[in-house]
């Protein structure tokens, strides 16, 4: 079954305790990006890549790193989590080509202590 | 630079009354133009694509929308309204690199 998939579902965590996000999707998906969704802000690109060792941010980069070494694998990285970093978190691949349908994995909730 | 705009952050029908949100768009290109749904605590499913072929889309659970770009909108419709369209829905243009540029989006209520 196609999909994309993250862990973990639901994470809570304090101030300054790094931690990752994993994200992988099964359908070799060159392009794959992070989102945070926040109340009235819908949806915004964190990051994303557009192949392996490939990537570029998108419209809120800052406190986030990403890494793209396997075309199957896009993680996630907070180095310092902040509160303002409470969120939803979706991972996302698609192919070249506007036209494509976007996978959207389940979601991340995270909350910063 | 693109963006979406979404009217209304919510909405409420009466089951079977129809549904209509509001999406308008801004592109400087031909668009393409997605409507997502978020039921409650799950994640998102595409509800249908506009991608330049017929400006009439329709898509799943009975919604359809219409890309009028004289208008620069398209809204999503659906003529009766089920108590299983609450939801959070979202309207999005894609742009570089497949990037999906979100509305704030509309939260329906459906109520007896």
């Known amino acids: 079954e196609a999909q994309v998939t993250q862990n973990p579902r639901y994470l809570i965590t304090v101030t300054g305790k790094k931690l990752t996000v994993t994200c992988s999707q099964n359908?070799?998906?060159?392009?794959m990006s992070w989102y945070r969704q926040d109340p009235g802000l819908g949806l915004r690109q964190i990051y994303y890549s557009m192949n392996v060792e490939v990537t570029d941010k998108g419209d809120v980069p800052e406190g986030y790193k990403v890494s793209r070494k396997e075309k199957r694998n896009f993680p996630l990285i907070l180095e310092s989590p902040s509160p303002n970093q409470t969120s939803l978190y979706f991972c996302?691949?698609?192919?070249?080509?506007?036209?494509?349908?976007?996978?959207f994995g389940p979601g991340t909730r995270l909350t910063v202590l | 630079a693109q963006s979406v705009t979404q009217l209304g952050s919510h909405v409420s029908v009466s089951e079977g009354a129809l549904v209509l949100l509001r999406c308008n768009y801004s592109s400087s290109v031909p668009p393409y133009l997605f409507w997502y749904v978020q039921y409650p605590n799950q994640g998102l499913q595409l509800l249908l694509k506009?991608?330049?072929?017929?400006?009439l889309v329709k898509g799943i659970n009975g919604f359809e929308a219409e890309f009028k770009k004289s208008e620069t909108s398209f809204h999503l419709t659906k003529p009766s309204a089920h108590m299983s369209d609450a939801a959070e829905y979202f309207c999005a243009v894609s742009g570089w690199y497949n990037k999906l540029i979100f509305g704030a989006g509309t939260r329906l209520a459906v109520h007896p």
């Open positions: 996302a691949s698609s192919d070249p080509g506007s036209t494509d349908t976007q996978y």
């Open positions: 359908m070799n998906h060159e392009y």
């Open positions: 506009y991608t330049s072929a017929a400006t």
